[in-house]
């Protein structure tokens, strides 16, 4: 049972849909989803030109991480990486906060 203060008369069904239908994210520029055969989302692949800083600061609260994929350059720079959600979902989430925070600000 609602209480009278809640009124939903004037709601409009689906007025976010448009604006949130990519599981809420906005464009993340330099982001690029992995998904399986289903079209779920299973990883990513972070561009390390727009996002080393980033990279750097969050990688370092996470010292003990293992079976992190990079891509790398003729001079075996380090160009981007490739997080699987199994392993490294945790980390992907302190990058996309972080990410999603940076949008906001601008």
């Known amino acids: 049972m609602l209480l009278e203060e809640y009124n939903f008369s004037t709601g409009v069904r689906g ?4 604006k949130y239908q990519n ?3 906005p464009q993340l ?4 989803f992995l998904t399986d055969q289903q079209n ?3 990883g990513v692949f972070i561009d390390l ?3 080393q800083t980033l990279w750097e ?9 293992e079976n992190i994929q990079f891509l790398t350059d003729s001079q075996g720079q380090k160009i981007a990486v490739i997080l699987n959600f199994q392993q490294h979902l945790t980390l992907w989430q302190d990058i996309c906060d972080r990410l999603i925070a940076d949008l906001m600000d601008e």
């Open 15 to 18: 007025k976010y849909y448009q």
């Open 23 to 25: 599981n809420n994210l």
């Open 29 to 32: 520029p330099g982001i690029q």
């Open 40 to 42: 779920k989302r299973t």
């Open 49 to 51: 030109q727009p996002h």
């Open 57 to 65: 600061t969050v990688i370092n609260q996470y010292p003990e991480l």
